[in-house]
């Protein structure tokens, strides 16, 4: 059932060392998203996209539909891939009991749950926390794992709700793999999947702080680390389309969107630090900032936390024997503040889009906003608030017009700019180029209210129009196409 940390590090260090056949120049790739209110697969042959379909769920939080999805979405594909990768929500966890073939789920933590925790199971959280901060190691986060939605509150409050005791915890993304690859699958997930768990991919282990709140043996019961790209074993389900695909760790649905947003930018390179600040920032319903940084940088009281990511995942044709100084640091926040303020405000993509032409490229706000969801409470990025409320009053506006000016400048200036400020406080380094996903992207005049509030931050003096360039991101470079990505690149 279970190999024991050392014996399965051991398992998955000879697996990654099994010798693979070499692939043919030219294959087609997997990826698959599992997201907040559906699932996407998009196959690629080497870059390019060359199929894609998508299917919504009743409900994102019931494991037997991330399932069906998965049935769905990969039967009847067009060509049969050789090489397959996943992406799933950050820190959704649940309880399964391994003694089912299928890992039946016990419990589930969505990553927007906050579970509230009953009194001695809160008394051991908060001294774990406080000798968690006596004994801090410099640059490792010791708090995101334990904040209201952190990792570490939601294994507590899974494995106090099952009467099972061998259960175990799974990231969503290791469950679905899990029914793929069934009794060849390891216990493991990928370090960014398992960050607000409390692992350490420097230290290969879970921090100290997780261990004393889940207990000594209780860390037994999480899987274990792997880098994006670890080889995981190939299908042999006779009757699937996806029998003989090898399947490769992914990552976390914002990574392998950063994954595939940046991959027209980073191709044959010989230095990915020479991309450090590098960023990618998606405006939907949510904002949500990632930039490449050779430091890690952390401050869980602004939101800011670091993934770690394997150059030859985030770089075309870099060399796999490359040396791990090569990886980076993907440094970043998510806000709640985003593009739904505007569904809330009901703003149609009809009356968006011909307000926004009228919006003065220069233009001054009439109030200072920061546009948070309306009847809602918290902000995570760049500062960590749970009282938090926005300040949009829609009744003070005599036009539609200055309202939408004022949402907009409020959101590039209150949360965008002041996110890059703080990752830059912190050590990070200031963006060399952005790049937008997400609906918001499609706004040209939000585009240069944001260039120019950013330009005018970084060189306050210069003349130059844009110095730094903000720009969309290329199309379909979603996701399940950063998943199908790390598919490719790990297989070659």
């Known amino acids: 059932m279970y190999l024991g940390y050392g014996l399965l590090v051991t398992s998955i260090l000879l697996t990654m060392a099994t010798p693979l056949t070499a692939p043919s120049k030219s294959f087609v790739s997997a990826g698959l998203d599992f997201g907040s209110s559906g699932a996407r697969i998009s196959l690629i042959r080497d870059s390019d996209e060359i199929y894609s379909r998508s299917v919504k769920y009743d409900d994102y939080a019931d494991p037997a539909e991330w399932i069906s999805a998965l049935h769905t979405l990969t039967s009847e594909l067009p060509t049969p891939p050789v090489a397959l990768s996943i992406s799933s929500t950050s820190n959704s966890l649940l309880a399964v009991d391994p003694s089912t073939p299928t890992l039946s789920p016990l419990a589930v933590s969505m990553y927007d749950d906050a579970p509230v925790l009953p009194s001695d199971l809160l008394q051991r959280q908060q001294e774990a926390l406080q000798k968690g901060e006596l004994d801090a190691v410099e640059g490792v986060d010791y708090q995101t794992p334990f904040a209201k939605t952190g990792g570490a509150t939601k294994a507590l409050a899974l494995l106090s709700s099952t009467s099972v005791p061998a259960s175990l915890i799974y990231p969503q993304s290791s469950y679905i793999l899990h029914n793929l690859l069934l009794s060849s699958m390891p216990f493991t997930a990928d370090w960014n999947n398992l960050m607000k768990l409390g692992y350490d991919p420097t230290a290969h282990d879970y921090i100290d702080a997780v261990k004393n709140c889940l207990g000594t043996d209780a860390t037994q019961k999480l ?270």
């Open 223 to 492: 899987p274990s680390g792997a880098p994006t790209g670890t080889y995981l074993g190939t299908i042999d389900t006779p009757d699937t389309s996806l029998k003989g695909c090898a399947v490769y760790l992914g990552s976390t649905d914002s990574i392998c969107a950063f994954i595939g947003a940046l991959s027209a930018s980073t191709q044959s390179l010989s230095d990915p630090s020479s991309l450090e600040g590098l960023t990618v920032t998606s405006l939907g319903t949510t904002l949500a900032t990632k930039m490449l940084s050779k430091r890690r940088v952390y401050d869980a009281s602004r939101g800011v936390y670091s993934h770690l990511l394997p150059a030859n995942v985030l770089f075309e044709s870099f060399s796999c024997s490359a040396p791990s100084t090569a990886n980076l640091w993907l440094a970043g926040g998510a806000s709640q503040a985003g593009c739904r303020i505007l569904r809330d405000l009901e703003f149609s993509p009809e009356e968006l889009a011909h307000l926004s032409t009228q919006i003065p490229p220069d233009m001054t706000p009439t109030n200072d906003l920061y546009p948070l969801p309306l009847n809602s409470k918290g902000e995570r990025f760049p500062i960590a608030n749970d009282s938090k409320q926005t300040n949009v009053d829609p009744s003070k506006y005599e036009t539609r017009l200055s309202l939408l000016q004022d949402v907009l400048f409020g959101i590039a200036n209150n949360v965008e700019l002041e996110g890059y400020k703080i990752l830059n406080e912190l050590g990070a380094p200031t963006p060399s180029r952005i790049l937008t996903s997400g609906g918001g992207s499609n706004n040209d005049q939000w585009t240069v209210i944001r260039s120019r509030l950013i330009n005018s931050w970084l060189d306050p003096d210069s003349d130059a129009d844009s110095p730094i360039s903000v720009s969309k991101a290329p199309p379909s470079r979603d996701a399940a196409f950063g998943a199908a990505l790390i598919a490719h690149r790990s297989h070659n």
